[in-house]
């Protein structure tokens, strides 16, 4: 069965900090990996996609995520959070039939002056 | 412009009785979708259409229905409300061609509360 683990369920930091949101993920077929952003009482924001190509793939607020086949893996990473980054990051995979998305549990960031 | 729009966005109701969510995308894509977002936050898929053909229907109570008058509208209608009911639902919707068509857009939420 398809599924997607997020690691960490929540994930305080102190500004300017990097930071690493763990998603692992298990599929019996090639998948398509994503992070989507949900700010507070807002709804979902795509963050980054990886389709195919590079492996490393970036966002323009300064997320980068990296698939990693072998480890079935798509961390996400910042190297130096701001408080605007505090959200519940989700982790989500697809490539079925129909389109739809897997989501991971989500990870809250917490970003603390 | 809104890409992906959900009426209401707040919706408070009592048990048994019957509510619509209505969704509306301006993107040209052939294909929506219906999530549910538990207490929890977990996102779970419940619905897809195709060019107003269901293709996905993922084990939800036959009190929920979609309908899709036609490709840019996707609604919720939802009969008997019971308190598990209480989520926040999210529509969704992509295109058909390539790789693309897994990149889905998601609109603002409805939050359904049932009392």
């Known amino acids: 069965a398809q599924s997607v683990t997020q690691l960490d369920s929540q994930v305080p930091v102190f500004e300017e900090a990097p930071v690493e949101l763990r998603c692992n993920y298990s599929s019996s077929v090639s998948v398509y990996l994503f992070w989507y952003v949900q700010y507070p009482n807002q709804g979902l924001q795509l963050l980054l996609k990886y389709l195919s190509g590079s492996t490393l793939v970036e966002s323009i607020n300064g997320f980068e995520a990296e698939f990693n086949k072998s480890q079935t893996s798509f961390h996400l990473r910042k190297p130096s959070v701001h408080i605007s980054d505090t959200a519940e990051y989700f982790c989500?995979?697809?490539?079925?039939?129909?389109?739809?998305?897997?989501f991971g549990q989500g990870t809250e960031l917490s970003v603390k002056p | 412009d809104t890409a992906v729009s959900q009426t209401p966005k707040y919706l408070v109701t009592q048990m048994g009785n019957d509510k619509s969510i209505k969704c509306e995308q301006n993107?040209?894509?052939?294909?929506m979708y219906w999530y549910k977002q538990d207490s929890k936050k977990f996102l779970k898929i419940m619905f897809s259409?195709?060019?107003?053909?269901?293709?996905i229907n993922e084990t939800v109570p036959n009190r929920f229905s979609p309908k899709s008058p036609d490709k840019a509208h996707l609604n919720l209608h939802i009969n008997s409300l019971e308190l598990g009911d209480s989520a926040v639902y999210f529509c969704?919707?992509?295109?058909?061609?390539?790789?693309?068509?897994?990149?889905?857009?998601f609109g603002p939420g409805t939050r359904l509360t049932v009392t």
């Open positions: 969704a919707s992509s295109q058909e061609l390539g790789a693309n068509s897994y990149e889905q857009y």
């Open positions: 993107l040209g894509h052939d294909t």
């Open positions: 989500a995979v697809s490539g079925y039939q129909g389109g739809k998305l897997i």
């Open positions: 259409y195709n060019n107003k053909e269901l293709i």
